[in-house]
């Protein structure tokens, strides 16, 4: 008995195979849809309306499907994609100034993009700690600080959890 013929393929359960490559997800995230939820859905929660293959701020039709958007998942679940810490002297000098600047700059986020937003702003130490749903906000808020306030600004990527630890300091 002979092995397999060339034409088997063997590859991770889920991994989609193209040509004789198995294309493997270099980031895993739970959080984005495996599926393209149907035209249009609204999420119960927040609102936001999934229509022409995107999440936005848009008055949903009558009968549109029900379906939580991945933010308000991760709100749920308490699970961010972004940490953003901000410490130092000159945070805790300049606080309620600081803190304003991130609200404004997730408020604009916000309005553009509903899968960006902030989950919870918590004392941690010297400073704060500000979790989002999305990586993209966290380095958003850690490039608006930075350009007003310069400091110290670091990113670190996670990318096997796709997650984003920025920290900010001065």
């Not at 599926?35 to 249009?40: F, I, L, R, Y």
């Not at 999440?55 to 953003?84: K, M, N, T």
């Amino acid at each position: 008995m002979s092995g397999p013929s060339k034409s088997t393929r063997f590859h991770p359960i889920g991994a989609p195979v193209h040509g004789d490559r198995v294309i493997v997800e270099r980031v895993h995230d739970a959080y984005r849809a495996d599926h393209k939820p149907p035209e249009p859905t609204v999420c119960p929660q927040c609102g936001a309306t999934y229509h022409a293959g995107r999440w936005q701020w848009s008055a949903a039709p009558a009968g549109a499907h029900q379906e939580l958007c991945p933010a308000c998942r991760r709100i749920r679940d308490e699970f961010p994609a972004g940490y953003v810490t901000l410490a130092g002297a000159y945070f805790r000098a300049h606080r309620d100034e600081l803190m304003q600047l991130v609200g404004h700059r997730a408020e604009h986020a916000r309005a553009e993009h509903p899968l960006q937003r902030v989950m919870a702003s918590a004392d941690s130490g010297d400073g704060v700690l500000i979790t989002t749903t999305d990586t993209h906000l966290a380095r958003g808020i850690g490039e608006a600080l930075h350009h007003a306030h310069q400091g110290e600004l670091k990113f670190h990527y996670e990318d096997a959890q796709n997650l984003l630890r920025v920290h900010w300091t001065r």
